[in-house]
C-alpha cells in the first residue's frame, strides 16, 4: 500500500511540475496552477458577465483591456449565462481557500470562470487572465484549458513613487498606476513634497504652490553639485496637481483595486514647505536662504517643533489631505530630520524645558506625537518612516522600516508592536543603479540588480509567528533625485517594480529566478514595449573587475553577469565582441591597458543588452 501511494504521490509531483514548466509567463507566480485538456477559444462571441453590484466599475475596465490587448468589442452584461452560452463570468462566492483579494481562475474548453470574495479578487483574477493573452493581437485566442488557485501573500504590495524632486505630470501617474496594477501591486504611495517641491494644492495655504512648486532651473547640473537659488532668479522648474487632479488620480486607481497614499515630510526634508511660510521655521536669522532647494542637501529644512504656530499650520494642511484622499492612511514622513537649528532655537528649548524633554530626539517624538493626533483625528493611521521610533517614539502608528546595519527595524519595529511595512534601501530602494555604474545613467553609486530585488525576503527570520503578523507587506521605492524625464523613471522602476511585485504576492517557495527571468524575456518586455513603456534591459549586464598584478605586470579580469543560460564573450584587441570570440569560463590574465569589451551571446549568436567596454589600467 504504501509503495502505491508512494507512486501515485511521485507521479502527481511530476505533472504538477510539468504543468508549471509549460504555464503561462505569470507575473507574479500563483500558489498554483493545474492544467487540463482542451482549450477556451476567446473570440467576436464570447459575452462578459459581471456581478450587479459592480458593473459601474469593472464592466468599461474589463471592456476596454479586452479591446486594448485583443482588438475585440465583446458584450457585457450583469445577468447570468444561457444554457451553453461561451462566456466569461466574473463570480463572487465565499470559499475558505479565497482570501481577501485572493480568486480562482477555472477556464475550460466552455467558459472562463474567474471566482473571488471581493472586487479585488475579480480584478486580480482578471490580470491573471490576461497574462494568457497573446502579445499579438488575433482576433482570437486558444487559451489552455487550466485551473489557478492563487491569494496573496502581503496586504500591502506598494510602489513609492517621489514627484517632489522632479514633477510627473497626471497622465504618466495614471500610466504608472494601469501598468502596476496590473501586476497586482495595491498601493501607491505618492511622495508629494521634499526639500525641492511642494507638488499638492492646499486652498488655505496657496503660497505652498505658487512659490512651493517651483524652483531655479539647474538642468545639465550634477544633482549634489549645484549651487543654491537667489531670490533674484526665475522659478521656472517644477509644477503641482490640483486637488481636482489629485481626485482623477484617486479614482482612477480605485478602479484598479490601488489605494493612493499621501506623503506630506515633515519636520525635516521641508524646504518648499518653509520657503513658503518662513514663519514655520525656528528663529529670524538674515543669513537664512528662504529658496525652495534646487537640488543635493538642503540646510535650514525643518519645520519648528517648538512654536504653536506649526502644529495650527499642520492641522489645517492635514485637513485637507485627509479629506481629499480617501485612503486610511496618511504618511507624515519623519525621517532624516536635521536638527542643529533645533538646538539653538529659543522656542524649541523652551518646548523641552517645559515637557522634561531629555534631548532633540525625544523633542522630534513630541513633535510626532503631536502630529500624530492631528492625524488620528482625521480618522486616518500615520504612516511614518522608521526615524520615528526614535526617542520616545509613536505608538498606535505604522512605520516604514527602510535603514539597516545600524539600525534594524525591520526587527525592533515589529518587536515594539508596530505594524510594519519593508521597503530596505539595501533591497527595495530602486533609485539605485541597476547596472555596472559605468554603463548606467547617473544615479547613487550603488548597484542594486534586478535579482537582488527578486531574491529579497521582506520578513526577518529573527521575528516570532506573533510578531511576523505585523508584518504587513512590502514596497519598492523609487526616489527622484536621478530621474529628471518619464522615460528615466520608467527605466529606473521596470522590470525591478514587477520583481518587488512578485515578492510582495507570491510565497517564497513559489519564486524561482529562472521562471522570473524567462517569464520577462519571452512575454513581459515585449508586453511592456508594446505599452511604451521605457524598459530597462540592465538585466543583460556584464559586471567587471580586474587587478593589477604588479609582481607579474598584467591585469587579472573576472566578469559576471546575474542572468542565466547565455555565454559572455569578450575581446581584447578593441574589436567589437560576437559569435566567434572568446568566451569566458574563469578569470584570466590580459596585458595592462588592454581594452576590454565584453557582451551575452545566445547560442543562436543573438547579443544581448550592451557591450561592456573598460580600459584595463
Keep these: 500500500m504504501n509503495r502505491i501511494v508512494l507512486i501515485i504521490s511521485l507521479f502527481l509531483i511530476s505533472i504538477t511540475g510539468e504543468a508549471q514548466k509549460n504555464s503561462p509567463n505569470f507575473i507574479p507566480q500563483p500558489e498554483s496552477v493545474q492544467f487540463s485538456d482542451g482549450v477556451f477559444v476567446l473570440d467576436q462571441t464570447t459575452k462578459v458577465f459581471v456581478p450587479k453590484k459592480f ?26 449565462p444561457d444554457k451553453g452560452e461561451k462566456h466569461i463570468l466574473f463570480k463572487l462566492e465565499k470559499r475558505a481557500s479565497l482570501k481577501e483579494e485572493g480568486y480562482l481562475l477555472e477556464i475550460t474548453p466552455e467558459s472562463i470562470v474567474v471566482m473571488a470574495k471581493d472586487y479585488a479578487g475579480l480584478f486580480n483574477g482578471f490580470q491573471t487572465l490576461r497574462q494568457t493573452f497573446p502579445l499579438e493581437n488575433t482576433g482570437e485566442v486558444r487559451i489552455p484549458a487550466m485551473e489557478v488557485k492563487d491569494n496573496p501573500r502581503f496586504q500591502w504590495r506598494g510602489i513609492m513613487l517621489d514627484v517632489s524632486r522632479h514633477f510627473q505630470p497626471k497622465e504618466f501617474i495614471l500610466k504608472q498606476i494601469d501598468v502596476l496594477s496590473s501586476y497586482k501591486v495595491n498601493k501607491f504611495h505618492w511622495h508629494l513634497t521634499d526639500d525641492q517641491g511642494w507638488r499638492l494644492e492646499i486652498k488655505k495655504y496657496p503660497k505652498l504652490t505658487e512659490k512651493g512648486a517651483w524652483r531655479a532651473d539647474r538642468s545639465g547640473v550634477a544633482w549634489w553639485e549645484r549651487e543654491k537659488a537667489t531670490a533674484e532668479e526665475p522659478k521656472t522648474v517644477g509644477g503641482f496637481y490640483t486637488q481636482e487632479e489629485i481626485k482623477e488620480v484617486i479614482a482612477y486607481a480605485k478602479v484598479r483595486n490601488v489605494e493612493v497614499i499621501p506623503e506630506i515630510d515633515v519636520p525635516g526634508h521641508s524646504k518648499a514647505l518653509v520657503a513658503s511660510y518662513p514663519e514655520l521655521f525656528c528663529y529670524d536669522d538674515p543669513e537664512v536662504d528662504f529658496e525652495v532647494a534646487v537640488g543635493g542637501k538642503a540646510p535650514d529644512n525643518t519645520v519648528c517643533p517648538g512654536k504653536d504656530y506649526s502644529y495650527g499650520f499642520l492641522n489645517d494642511v492635514i485637513k485637507e489631505v485627509a479629506a481629499l484622499f480617501p485612503s486610511e492612511y496618511l504618511h507624515i514622513g519623519g525621517d532624516e530630520c536635521n536638527k542643529k537649528n533645533w538646538k539653538k532655537c529659543p522656542y524649541c528649548q523652551k518646548a523641552k524645558s517645559d515637557n522634561g524633554l531629555e534631548d532633540e530626539e525625544e523633542l522630534q517624538s513630541y513633535f510626532i506625537q503631536r502630529i500624530h493626533k492631528l492625524v488620528k483625528k482625521q480618522k486616518k493611521t500615520m504612516i511614518g518612516w522608521d526615524e520615528i521610533l526614535s526617542g520616545n517614539g509613536a505608538p498606535g502608528a505604522t512605520i516604514m522600516a527602510w535603514r539597516r546595519g545600524k539600525y534594524n527595524p525591520q526587527i525592533t519595529a515589529p518587536q515594539e508592536g508596530y505594524p510594519t511595512i519593508m521597503t530596505s534601501y539595501k533591497y527595495s530602494y530602486i533609485s539605485q543603479v541597476q547596472g555596472p ?25 529573527e521575528l516570532t509567528e506573533a510578531q511576523k503578523e505585523l508584518v504587513l507587506g512590502n514596497q519598492a521605492s523609487l526616489w527622484g533625485e536621478f530621474t529628471p524625464t518619464q522615460e528615466h523613471c520608467e527605466y529606473m522602476l521596470y522590470p525591478r517594480a514587477i520583481a518587488s511585485a512578485e515578492v510582495s504576492w507570491s510565497l517564497p517557495e513559489t519564486k524561482n529566478w529562472e521562471r522570473f527571468q524567462t517569464a520577462l524575456e519571452d512575454y513581459h518586455f515585449d508586453k511592456l514595449e508594446r505599452k511604451g513603456i521605457n524598459v530597462s534591459k540592465s538585466l543583460y549586464s556584464v559586471y567587471p573587475s580586474y587587478a593589477i598584478d604588479q609582481l607579474h605586470g598584467e591585469a587579472i579580469v573576472y566578469l559576471q553577469t546575474e542572468s542565466v543560460g547565455y555565454r559572455i564573450r569578450y575581446t581584447l584587441d578593441g574589436s567589437e565582441p560576437d559569435i566567434n570570440s572568446a568566451v569566458y569560463t574563469k578569470a584570466f590574465r590580459a596585458e595592462p591597458k588592454s581594452l576590454l569589451k565584453a557582451a551575452l551571446f545566445n547560442d543562436k549568436g543573438e547579443q544581448k543588452g550592451k557591450i561592456l567596454e573598460l580600459r584595463l589600467k
Design 55 to 80: 458593473r459601474g466599475q469593472l464592466i468599461p475596465y474589463v471592456a476596454e483591456k479586452i479591446h486594448s490587448d485583443l482588438g475585440l468589442n465583446l458584450v457585457y452584461s450583469y445577468n447570468g
Design 437 to 461: 555604474t559605468i554603463t548606467e545613467p547617473e544615479g547613487p553609486k550603488v548597484v542594486l540588480p534586478l535579482s537582488k530585488v527578486y531574491g529579497h525576503e521582506p520578513v526577518a527570520a
